[in-house]
């Protein structure tokens, strides 16, 4: 959709991955079960690049005042020094806060050492193995099939995008979820297999686990 308006306005956009700490964010829950005084819960396998509020601010201007016609400005990374595990974080987190993070092996564990465990600045983790529903493997920002700027600034890389679009594929997405607006009926199987219609390497990884159901 972005391609095809970019025909008539300048389009420039940014990827920046997680932000911090922000609200809704895993990280944000952190410091809600904190002062609920609750287990802190989280993936021990699952890596992710973060961002600063202020740092994905940065991006989304620098983009905004200096990026071309369809560019997508992006952090450059290295995996080895900047990817990082949401377990690792929430220990940094509360050893930030003064507290040693006691690990448990299982969710109730968890939650039976919470009372006895606040008075002795030590706080109950259950790290699991993710099982859940749309997590993706691995954090990337473009694909080998995109042409890549990564010499106009040190730290931010440009992806040069050509006016490429399908505007069939365009129009028969908005009619689809129109009809769906019209009837107030939709399934979730519907949605994924419109997205794949869309964007055949659109990979959606189903377990039929939810963090919903995660403690």
């Known amino acids: 959709f ?6 008539e306005v300048p389009v420039s956009t940014a990827r920046f991955a997680n932000v911090a700490f922000s609200d809704g964010s895993l990280l ?3 410091n809600q079960r904190i002062q609920k005084k609750q287990p802190i ?14 740092e994905s601010g940065e991006l989304c201007l620098m983009s905004c005042l200096m990026g071309e016609n369809r560019d997508i400005y992006f952090p450059k990374l290295n995996d080895k020094l900047h990817l990082i595990t949401f377990a690792e974080i929430a220990v ?6 003064g507290f040693e993070p006691i690990i448990c092996d ?13 008075g002795q600045k030590k706080w109950p983790c259950y790290f699991f193995d993710s099982d859940t529903t ?10 080998d099939k995109e042409t890549l700027d990564l010499t106009r600034f040190k730290n931010i890389g440009i992806i040069k995008n050509n006016p490429l679009f399908e505007s069939g594929k365009l129009d028969m997405f908005i009619e689809a979820v129109g009809a769906m607006r019209q009837n107030r ?3 979730k ?19 039929g686990k939810y963090l919903d159901n995660k403690m």
């Open 28 to 30: 944000h829950g952190f």
């Open 189 to 207: 199987d519907e949605m994924v297999t419109l997205f794949h219609k869309m964007i055949p390497d659109f990979g959606h990884k189903e377990t």
């Open 92 to 97: 940094k987190y509360l050893n930030q806060l």
């Open 185 to 187: 009926s939709w399934t």
């Open 134 to 143: 749309g997590e993706k493997d691995f954090e990337e920002f473009y694909t």
């Open 106 to 118: 299982t969710e109730d564990e968890a939650r039976a050492k919470v009372k006895d465990s606040a």
């Open 41 to 54: 819960a989280a993936p021990r396998d699952i890596k992710r690049y973060f961002v600063t509020p202020k």
């Open 2 to 7: 972005l391609m095809r308006r970019s025909l």
